[in-house]
Every structure is written in C-alpha cells, then in structure tokens.
C-alpha cells in the first residue's frame, strides 16, 4: 500500500483545510486509516483515524485537542482518506502524516501502523 497526502498550506487562525490521502494498493476498506501529525521540536502525535468494524461500519476517533474540529472520512471507492479542519489553531502547525494498517484497539499508538504517507505540511498563523 503506497499513501499520498496532500492539501496542506497555510492558512490564517480560524480558517480550514481538507487533507486527502490517496491510497493505491489492496484491502483498503478493511484498513484502519489514520493521521498523525509532528510539530518542530515534538513527536509524532495522534490526530484521528477511521476504524473499520464490520460490513460497512466504521468508527471516528478523535485526539482530546481536535475533537469538535476536525473530522476524518473515507471514500473507499476512490481509496482516500480525508481530514477537515476547521477553526485551525497556531497549535494545528505541523506535517500531518496519513497511515494505514490493521489497527484495531491501538489506533492511537503509532507505530502499531505499517503504512505512512510523505507528510504534507500545515501552517497557521496568528
């Protein structure tokens, strides 16, 4: 499984952007799909991720700081994977990563993943 994110940028405080994540390979309705992000200086940090349970379920999960902001979905048609942001924070500045894997309970721990994206970067300024 190759991951592609983008739809990172800069944006003012208060503003919105929609991270996608094209993935190209087998099996992606059955991954969990997540995204983590990385300040300067900090580690990589849980932002939410999309859990398949069974038939067409899926279950959101949110970090504390993102919750009421942002919102993850998929189109397992098109196999991507989408992050919107909105009411984005200075704090929201970092490479934001996508990831897949067969991740069930631990979804928040990183590297229970085995497939990352290149990073796209978000900046929001004050």
């Known amino acids: 499984v190759q991951l592609q994110a983008s739809g990172g940028g800069l944006v003012q405080a208060g503003g919105s952007l929609r991270l996608s994540c094209a993935a190209s390979?087998?099996?992606?309705?059955?991954?969990?799909m997540g995204w983590f992000r990385q300040a300067p200086g900090k580690e990589r940090e849980f932002v939410s991720a999309?859990?398949?349970?069974?038939?067409?379920?899926?279950?959101?999960h949110y970090a504390g700081s993102v919750k009421g902001r942002f919102t993850i979905s998929r189109d397992n048609a098109k196999n991507t994977v989408y992050l919107q942001m909105n009411s984005l924070k200075p704090e929201d500045t970092a490479v934001y990563y996508c990831?897949?894997?067969?991740?069930?309970?631990?979804?928040?721990?990183?590297?229970?993943?085995?497939?990352w994206g290149q990073g796209t970067l978000v900046t929001v300024s004050s």
């Open positions: 990831t897949a894997g067969s991740v069930y309970s631990d979804y928040r721990i990183a590297d229970k993943y085995t497939y």
């Open positions: 999309v859990r398949w349970f069974v038939y067409s379920t899926y279950y959101q």
């Open positions: 390979g087998r099996n992606f309705s059955s991954y969990t």
